[in-house]
Every structure is written in C-alpha cells, then in structure tokens.
C-alpha cells in the first residue's frame, strides 16, 4: 500500500536531524546552555531591517486578498522582472523575467530543475564533499547521483570530474560558497571547469547543463563569489533568499535559466511542468514582494565572520587542521582519528554537537555549523580544548 522508498526516507532522518533532535534532549536534560550544538545550518543572525520593513509596509498598503492570495504559478510577473534585472545588473548576463521561477527555496528549486531535466538513465554529477540532500532529489527525480571527490584543499579537480562525467551525464551540480567546506570557486576554476563541460558536451552530443545551487552566494568574508552562468551559457542557478536573508522558516527562492541555456524555453516550460507536478506553484506571496525589495542584501555577515575567526584561531592552536572558510556559515575541520563518526562520539562527551563528513560523502572530516550565538562558541571553547587533548594524540 505504501511507498517504500517514501517510508524508507521518512522513516530514517538525515546525520544532521539526528543531531539535532540529540541536542534538543540533551538541553532538556542538562540545560540548553550546557549544549554545544553545532549540527544545524539555521541563520542565527537576524533578517536585515529592509526585510521587517518591507513586510510592514505591505501589511499596511496591500488589501488582504492581495497579500494572501495566489500569485502565477510561475511567481509574481513583477517579482520574476525584479530578479532579471537584478542578475542583468550584478552579474551582466542578460537574464529575462521569462526563464525565472519563483520557488519555495533550494531545496524546491533543485528538485523541479532535477525534474525537468531528468530522462531515464541520467546522471548527475556532484562535488563531493557535499550537501547530502542531492542523492535523495536527484534518486527522487528518477535520475543517478555521481560523485567527484573535490580536491585536497576542497577546490575544483578538473580530473575528477572528467572521469565522472559520462555520455549519460545530464548536469553537474556546483556549490560555492560550499556546505560544508566554506569554498568559494574562484574565476580560474569556473573558466575551467566552463572548457571541461564544453568540450564533454561536445564529444557526447549533448548539451550538459551547470546547475548552480547558490543559498550561499552574499554570505562571504571578502572573497569574490564568480557567477557560473557569466561563464557557461547552460547553466541554471538555483537560488534561495533561506541563508542570506535569515528566512530558513518562510521557504522562498528562484530557478533562474540563461537565455542562451541550450533550449532555454522549452527548459523553462519543463521547469513549470515540474512545479505544477510536484505541487510546489505558487511560491509564498508575501515573501516573493518581499525578496524582490532586498535583493543582493544580506545579513550581517560580520556576526559570521566573528564567529569564524574565533573557532579558526581556538581550534587550529589547540592542533585541529582547519579549511579556512571563505563563505557561509560551516567550518570543516579534520577528524584527528580516521573514524570521524567515532570522533563525533567522543565530541558528544563534552557535549559537542559536531557532523561526521561521511553524511557529505566523504570520510575523515567534521563539520562545524557556527551560525550560532557568539556565546556558545565561547563557552563551547574549553570543550574543544578538552577534546583536542584527548584525540590528538590518540
Ligand atoms: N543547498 C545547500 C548547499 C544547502 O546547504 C541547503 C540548506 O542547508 C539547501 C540547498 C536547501 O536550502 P533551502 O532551505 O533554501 O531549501
């Protein structure tokens, strides 16, 4: 009767869930301020002010009916203009409102381009480390997830991915600023991996799409944050206001396609077609006005920023070997024992909340969410210490 790849999903909660449902027994036991959790990607810095202002001024201006009612199942029309020519402004690709759609975040823009591009027996290729929810969209699509370990400084490796991508390979699936390392891609790797994708496309006979997945795109320390599709015309960013905006709860973002995307029409009807056959039409009115007045703003990444310098500095003096991160909000640091899951054991003695890396498809590794209040991480720093003096010499 029921589904059992369904049930199978819904029956197993994700590493980080887990995690977090841990922490959140743990508090009642102990006291929420005697845990150290750092499981959960959950923007602990308030939306910007334009975002409380917005809202108010569309409470106060437009009639209820309005305001709550349905929008075009593709979003607002006015809404999908602001995004083009947002990204025509910023980024110089001359995106029409015709290929944007308003999503419920990037977990709904990944799944309905997925969707709309997967055929039977495709492939996707993603960088691994990476954000374990592709293998279950991409399964979910009817499609195969393909992994391409990045390099050892969690960069691009061009070989790699040249070895992944097969004549099945329908598109391959970038992240930067990256969950979990913090990467950002540089100008040098996306002209590279631009020439990579060309000259498969070419030798396959078939156009391989660069999807985008960009929750992260405004929340760096100073790096520059190239735009794929300024290099690759068939790409396809799939962005969301959760992260950038601290809006995780109210789920709103966009699929946005280049024009010169190979077939970028019958793209977009197909990305409507998934919309409408996953029910996800009609992304949330009110934030859809919202977003489209705060568009390239962001939160203040400078809480982040602190917060990152502060664990960096503790943790690599204490001995642990950090990946500076140069975007969103995770710091990935290397498990002192090779078994990271059995270092998360020991991390959880001190009531550390940290993620094992075998969850973003790699071993050895541990990620660190630190969007969280500073004063966790402060009192979270004798833990550390602790653990250091315990593991590092193990
Ligand atoms: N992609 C990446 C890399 C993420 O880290 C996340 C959320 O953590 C998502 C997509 C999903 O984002 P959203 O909450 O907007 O659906």
Redesign the pocket.
Same mark, same amino acid.
């Given at each position: 009767m029921i589904n059992e790849n369904m049930q199978r999903l819904g029956s197993k909660r994700s590493v980080i869930r887990e995690l977090f449902e841990y922490g959140n027994a743990r508090a009642e036991a102990i006291g929420r301020e005697n845990v150290f959790d750092f499981s959960l !990607?959950n923007p602990s810095v308030p939306a910007p002010d334009l975002v409380r202002e917005e809202i108010a001024r569309l409470l106060e201006e437009l009639p209820a009916q309005t305001l709550h009612g349905y929008t075009s199942a593709a979003g607002l029309p006015e809404v999908r203009a602001a995004v083009a020519e947002y990204i025509n402004a910023a980024f110089g690709v001359p995106v029409s409102a015709d290929t944007v759609y308003m999503t419920? !975040? #990037? &977990? #709904?823009?990944?799944t309905i381009l997925l969707h709309a591009l997967c055929e039977a027996g495709d492939e996707f290729v993603a960088i691994t480390p990476? @954000?374990p929810?592709y293998k279950v969209f991409v399964e979910g699509a009817g499609g195969v997830l393909k992994e391409a370990r990045a390099d050892e400084a969690f960069h691009l490796d061009l070989a790699a991915l040249e070895a992944a991508i097969t004549s099945q390979t329908k598109a391959v699936i970038v992240?930067s600023p990256?969950?979990p390392t913090g990467v950002v891609y540089d100008e040098a790797e996306l002209t590279a991996l631009a020439t990579l994708l060309q000259n498969k496309s070419a030798e396959y006979g078939r156009p391989i799409v660069l999807i985008a997945?960009e929750?992260?795109r405004e929340l760096t320390y100073g790096a520059q944050v190239p735009y794929p599709m300024a290099y690759y015309a068939n790409t396809a960013v799939?962005y969301? @206001?959760?992260?950038s905006l601290s809006l995780?709860g109210e789920?709103i !973002?966009y699929i946005a396609i280049h024009p010169d995307c190979a077939q970028a029409k019958e793209l977009f009807a197909a990305v409507c077609g998934a919309g409408r056959s996953l029910g996800y039409v009609c992304a949330p009115a009110l934030f859809q006005r919202v977003c489209a007045k705060c568009l390239g703003q962001s939160s203040d990444v400078g809480a982040y920023k602190e917060n990152r310098d502060l664990l960096y500095r503790t943790l690599t003096e204490a001995g642990f070997e950090c990946v500076l991160p140069e975007g &969103?909000f995770y710091l990935f640091m290397k498990s002192p024992i090779p078994d990271a899951v059995k270092f998360c054991e020991l991390a959880k003695k001190h009531e550390l909340l940290l993620v094992p890396s075998d969850t973003f498809g790699i071993e050895g590794y541990v990620r660190i969410s630190y969007c969280v209040e500073k004063d966790i991480i402060v009192r979270s720093l004798p833990a550390f210490r602790k653990l250091a003096g315990e593991t590092i010499l193990l």
């Open positions: !990607g419920c !975040g #990037a &977990a #709904a823009s990944l990476c @954000f929810e992240n990256n969950n997945d929750p992260y799939c969301s @206001f959760s992260k995780a789920r !973002g &969103a």
